[in-house]
């Protein structure tokens, strides 16, 4: 039911072209969607071809504050009229404000490193709670880290060996060693058998993204936090996806009332711009001495002039309090549809961080879900084969959202 008559029509000779350039001179590891997206506002994006779409994806989880944000917007052409790039051999403003920022909105750090992305967020924590056992006098066969089935924490060798699903794994042989898995997320009995005086430190997300979007039971981190406690293990929380306000609180971990000694973060963070971060608490915050890791683009003034006006921004109770009700909103939403379609055997999720996982006969399916909605003027995302994730920005109107459900319902519906 698309009131826009271009909804339908063909690419024209641009797009086509520029789609077929990317097609020939990308590497061949992204399958992008054939359109060419030109430009955005709010939660609504146009492609070159001027069809509009309602972003229930917001670029994975990471324009949360919409597109065309004036406040980001401001921050950015500030900083790039003033100094681009130091390096870290020198003091900027920005970089200095938004680890101050970062520390002081959460309940549980001390000091916070800059970074470029989530898997560098997440390659800086390996290494440093490797360090902190390392320091603590463990041999290195008692320095393994352990993580969930389902889990994703990122691409580079290191973050795609502790991402536990075999699928990111397969033909990178051999993968770095001092890796364990537990072979179920939300199992209190096999995190216990998993969990020994071997391991060092324990990753976790707070709802796992890609995994299928599945939050962690109640109770579920309180448990796995004890354990660390008991093992002399670090809690490593990677908030990369479900951070910076995306459940409903700027820190997702705070809902589950644990206190981690690390918690990752990006996507969000940047609102748009590439940029990520580890927050330290007590324990670990002296574990890097001078020389221990470093990045040459790391916490970048222009990045971190944007990302602490993100920051200010997703830290507004008013705004966070509305993306919990947005969330429940858009849940029960989904499940009216679901009442008349009868698609999905699962809607779930926190704040604005849903899935939909489709009925057991229609699994592997989720995809050509996704892509009739983008064909209908939706963009969501797929949570592996069998699950749909909205994540749009934070900042959606209630217009926004019901023209991008009746879009969608009219594609789920003829899929
Ligand atoms: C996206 C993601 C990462 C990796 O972030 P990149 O910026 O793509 O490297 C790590 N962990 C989680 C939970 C993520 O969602």
Known sequence: MTTDPKHNQQLSETSADLVARGQRYYVPNYKPREMILDRGEGARVWDLDGKDYIDFGAGIAVCSLGH?????????????????????????????????????????????????????ANEAAIKLVRKYAADAGRPPEKRNILSFNGSFHGRT??????????????????????????????????????MNDSICAVFVEPVQGEGGVMPAAPGFLQHVHAACEKFGALLVIDEIQAGMGRTGSLFAHCQDGVIPDVVTLAKALGGGLPIGAMVVGNKAAETFQFGSHGSTFGGNPVMAAVALAAVKK??????????????????????????????????????????????????????????????????????????????????????????????????????
């Open 68 to 120: 065309q944000d004036p406040d980001l917007l401001k921050a950015l052409e500030t900083q790039a009229r003033k100094l681009w790039h130091t390096s870290n051999i020198f003091f900027t403003a920005p970089p200095i404000e938004l680890c101050e920022a970062l520390v002081k909105a959460s309940c549980f750090g001390k000091r916070a490193y800059l970074c470029n992305s989530g898997a560098e």
């Open 157 to 194: 060798l290191a973050t795609v060996t502790l991402t536990a699903q075999p699928k990111y794994q397969q033909g990178f042989e051999p993968l770095p060693g001092g890796f364990t898995y537990c072979p179920t997320f939300n199992d209190i009995a096999a995190f216990d058998a998993a």
């Open 314 to 415: 997703l830290s507004n109770q008013q705004l966070l309090t509305q993306v919990g009700e947005k969330g429940e909103w858009l849940r029960e939403k989904l499940r009216e549809i679901n009442t008349r379609l009868n698609l999905f055997a699962d809607i779930r999720g926190r704040g604005l961080m849903i899935g939909a996982e489709l009925r057991p006969e229609l699994h592997g399916k989720a995809n050509d879900f996704s892509e009739a909605a983008r064909k209908a003027g939706v963009l969501s995302l797929v949570a592996g084969p069998n699950v749909l994730r909205f994540v749009p920005p934070l900042t959606i109107t209630q217009d926004e959202m019901r023209e991008g459900l009746q879009r969608l319902e009219s594609a789920l519906a003829a899929v």
